[in-house]
């Protein structure tokens, strides 16, 4: 006998379900040129490792026992956390980096099918950034970091370059620690076209880089670092930014930018709001490297937005220049989310000296991550747009908590007024949210 029971809902649309990701026929033919298939019969296939991982990070677990537990469930076999031990070598570290490098792959391929709203001149709006992980220091044999108190730190980078037209990501790098933002900074000139717009902290600013921009005709808005120098178009004198803003409060003009390469480029100052500056003030005080001795000025230009770009005037007023580059925060919020909903930190094991379970198991985070941002929260957001404003954190900690019922899109009704009740930005009338500040732009 049939019930209309509240919980016999219409499925997920196709774009939406998780599970569409894992293409049986995809995955084994990974698994295959891994190495990972050596058996046509045995217990453990692909699929099942990695749909069992991510229910384990799901309940904020990171066992070999509820490993097993997951994909015996999965499976409808026993199998024992020995097995799963086993299945940690390179072959299966082969496999994971694989699956990660195929959904990148998958993404670029509907590059353009999303039509985000851009503003004129740019095709795209693309913002690079890396962020760090802590790791147990038990790890820094895999994953050195830097030396704090005596004790060697693991850390683990990922560098990320984050499309704001396909609300995604072109590409997700894992580097260790040695490598800083400056040996990054051509990394992202293969993803980029003429016309595409790139925001980049201060981190990236490298001369090589900037000119390899401007030949392949991509504008870019950066932070100035204070120890770069500006000089003067028609004296080649160096410029006193400090004497000009006190008199003026703003500046806007074409500098020859560093000694040596003396590159021609647009130097943007404006005022930030009082408690921004005060902020940075802050965080600069705080700074614990003994090499750093901040004099009174630099504190002063800390209450500036120092920029530097190739957009011209007649493209972009000052002020959008500053509103184009707060999109860059963007990132950051990504980032945020990563580190306070994800766990990646925490769900490693301290005592884990198998380095093939360690990539396997970030390579498997950062699919977990991506498969978020590119299919839940992306689909969600467009899907119920004309409702609500959707919280990226506040999403994050949904998919995390509910990863279950959102993989098998089980109660897809349900699940949509939750969203809608428990996922949305709070209502403010003293200031837009980030999307909003993105749709004036692009308005």
Not at 32 to 51: E, H, T
Not at 101 to 109: A, G, I, R
Not at 351 to 372: E, G, P, S, T
Not at 423 to 434: E, G, M, V
Request: proline share 2%; aromatic share 10%; net charge positive.
């Amino acid at each position: 006998m049939k019930t209309k029971s509240p919980y016999r809902n219409k499925s997920c649309s196709k774009e939406i379900k998780i599970s569409e990701r894992f293409n049986p026929k995809t995955i084994n033919k990974i698994a295959i040129q891994s190495g990972y298939k050596k058996r046509a019969r045995g217990k453990i296939n692909a699929k099942s490792l990695i749909i069992g991982f991510m229910m384990v990070l799901s309940k904020k677990k990171n066992t070999y026992d509820s490993w097993a537990q997951e994909i015996s469930l999965n499976i409808g076999a026993t199998i024992s956390k020995q097995a799963i031990e086993e299945r940690m070598c390179p072959e299966t570290t082969l496999l994971t980096k694989m699956l990660l490098e195929e959904e990148f792959k998958k993404q670029l391929e509907t590059r353009g099918l999303l039509n985000g709203r851009i503003p004129v001149p740019f095709n795209s709006i693309k913002v690079e950034d890396s962020t760090t992980f802590h790791l147990p220091e038990e790890l820094s044999f895999v994953f050195p970091g830097n030396v704090s108190m005596g004790k060697k730190k693991s850390l683990i980078k990922v560098h990320a370059l984050y499309d704001f037209k396909k609300n995604s990501f072109d590409y997700l790098d894992l580097h260790d620690f040695s490598k800083n933002d400056q040996s990054l900074a051509s990394h992202s000139l293969a993803y980029l076209q003429s016309k595409d717009l790139l925001l980049r902290d201060m981190g990236f600013l490298v001369m090589d880089a900037l000119e390899q921009l401007n030949t392949k005709g991509v504008y870019f808005i950066s932070r100035k670092k204070a120890q770069i120098k500006v000089y003067d178009t028609e004296t080649n004198q160096e410029i006193n930014l400090l004497k000009v803003l006190r008199k003026k409060g703003y500046y806007d003009k074409e500098v020859f930018v560093g000694k040596k390469k003396m590159i021609k480029m647009r130097l943007v100052i404006v005022p930030v709001p009082f408690e921004q500056a005060a902020q940075r003030r802050r965080k600069a005080k705080q700074d614990r490297d003994k090499r750093l001795n901040h004099s009174k000025e630099y504190y002063e230009l800390l209450g500036y937005s120092i920029l530097l770009t190739n957009i011209s005037e007649s493209l972009c007023s000052a002020e959008m220049i500053k509103k184009l580059y707060e999109l860059r925060w963007k990132i950051e919020i990504i980032f945020k989310s990563w580190k306070s909903c994800f766990f990646m930190e925490k769900l490693i094991p301290s005592k884990c000296k198998n380095q093939d379970r360690i990539y396997c198991m970030v390579y498997l985070f950062l699919l977990f991550i991506l498969l978020f941002h590119v299919v839940w929260w992306k689909n969600n957001r467009i899907k119920l747009k004309r409702e609500v404003n959707l919280s990226l954190i506040k999403m994050a900690r949904f998919f995390i908590d509910n990863f279950y019922l959102i993989f098998n899109c089980e109660n897809d009704r349900m699940l949509q007024k939750l969203i809608i009740s428990k996922c949305r930005y709070d209502k403010r009338n003293d200031r837009l949210n980030l999307l909003q500040k993105y749709e004036q732009i692009a308005a």
